[in-house]
């Protein structure tokens, strides 16, 4: 896979001798080599040539006046609480 278009903060899934790792990816070197953190707390692997990186996912932008999908509204306010 080319990794041109990877940047810091997407999403990679990265085949380590048959094993499918998914990590956060942290800086891509001048060599080629893409450096992440894994997903998954026991994997020791940190870093993947870029034949090894088999997919990519890009860390998109939120839309201009999209609203925050964290925040609902009923969680805003205390109202409807009797104490």
Do not use: N, Y
């Amino acid at each position: 896979m080319r990794v041109a278009p990877i940047q810091p903060g997407d999403l990679i899934e990265v085949d380590k001798k048959g094993r499918r790792i998914f990590g956060v990816v942290l800086r891509v070197e001048r060599t080629g080599d893409v450096r992440f953190e894994p997903l998954c707390p026991g994997v020791s692997w940190r870093s993947a040539p870029a034949r090894e990186v088999t997919r990519h996912w890009r860390k998109a932008a939120r839309r201009r006046g999209a609203p925050d999908p964290d925040v609902h509204e009923g969680q805003l306010g205390l109202d409807g609480l009797e104490g």
